[in-house]
Nanobody
């Protein structure tokens, strides 16, 4: 299993970024996948989830600003982040949990939002 996150960078507050997560090694089309983030000195938190049929859920802190989507043909999940705030600064990880409850994580991509 591989989850390759990309698209992070430095952006001014109010700006936008689009993260991508390329998945391989499991049945992506039938899987729920999600984005988590971890800010320096804080615990990792769930940001957004997308199910196999495209239903999504968001943390309250990002609702109405972030949009999660997927392209099953490309085996890729996306996170469109708009109206970014300094509090969104974190390493963002894509994640999949298999049917046995084992967690798989990507390597993370750093998002830095400056004020």
């Amino acid at each position: 299993v591989q989850l390759q996150a990309s698209g992070g960078g430095l952006v001014l507050a109010g700006g936008s970024l689009r993260l991508s997560c390329a998945a391989s090694g499991f049945n992506f089309r039938l899987s729920t996948v999600d984005w988590h983030r971890q800010a320096l000195g804080k615990t990792r938190e769930l940001v957004a989830t997308i199910t196999s049929n495209g239903n999504s859920n968001y943390a309250d802190s990002v609702k109405d600003r972030f949009t999660v989507s997927r392209d099953n043909t490309r085996r890729t999940m996306y996170l469109q982040m708009d109206s970014l705030k300094p509090d969104d600064t974190a390493v963002y990880y894509c994640h999949w949990r298999n049917s046995e409850g084992r967690d798989f994580w990507g390597q993370g991509t750093l998002v830095t939002v400056s004020s």
